[in-house]
Nanobody, 124 residues
Framework: QVQLVESGGGSVQSGGSLRLSCVAS??????MGWFRQTPGTGREGVAA????????FYADSVEGRFTASRDNAKNTVYLQMNSLKPEDTAMYYC???????????????????WGQGTQVTVSS
C-alpha cells in the first residue's frame, strides 16, 4: 500500500516562510513532485526532485523562492517556501511522478500517486 502523508501547511503573512514535509511509505522514492491547486489555476506543478545531488525542477513562478529537497533515509521530501506571496495560496500536494524530465515533471497526468494535500494560505 502506497501512502504519502503531508504536513507543514498553515497561514502566514506575505513575506513569511513555511516548510512542507511528505513522508512516503510502501514505495521506493523516485521522482517526487509538489503540485498546487486553486479554483482559478487547477492543479499545476510547483517543483520536483529525483536524487540528492540532482538539480530540482521549479515552476517559473516559484524559482528562487522555493527549495525542494529529500532525505532518502527518512523517505521524506521537503518544500521550503520563502518570501511567500498571496498568489501562493493553494492546496499543496505531494506526488510520485512517472519521470523527472523537462516534459513530465509538472504534469498531473504523469502522477502515479497523490498525497492528501495540505492548505497554505498567505495573507496580504
Amino acid at each position: 500500500q502506497v501512502q504519502l502523508v503531508e504536513s507543514g501547511g498553515g497561514s502566514v503573512q506575505s513575506g513569511g516562510s513555511l516548510r512542507l514535509s511528505c513522508v512516503a511509505s510502501g514505495y521506493n522514492m523516485a521522482c517526487m513532485g509538489w503540485f498546487r491547486q486553486t479554483p482559478g489555476t487547477g492543479r499545476e506543478g510547483v517543483a520536483a526532485i529525483y536524487t540528492d545531488h540532482g538539480s530540482p525542477f521549479y515552476a517559473d513562478s516559484v524559482e528562487g523562492r522555493f527549495t525542494a529537497s529529500r532525505d532518502n533515509a527518512k523517505n521524506t521530501v521537503y518544500l521550503q517556501m520563502n518570501s511567500l506571496k498571496p498568489e501562493d495560496t493553494a492546496m499543496y500536494y505531494c506526488a510520485i511522478v512517472r519521470r523527472c524530465s523537462d516534459e513530465t515533471w509538472g504534469r498531473p497526468d504523469q502522477v502515479l500517486y497523490w498525497g492528501q494535500g495540505t492548505q497554505v494560505t498567505v495573507s496580504s
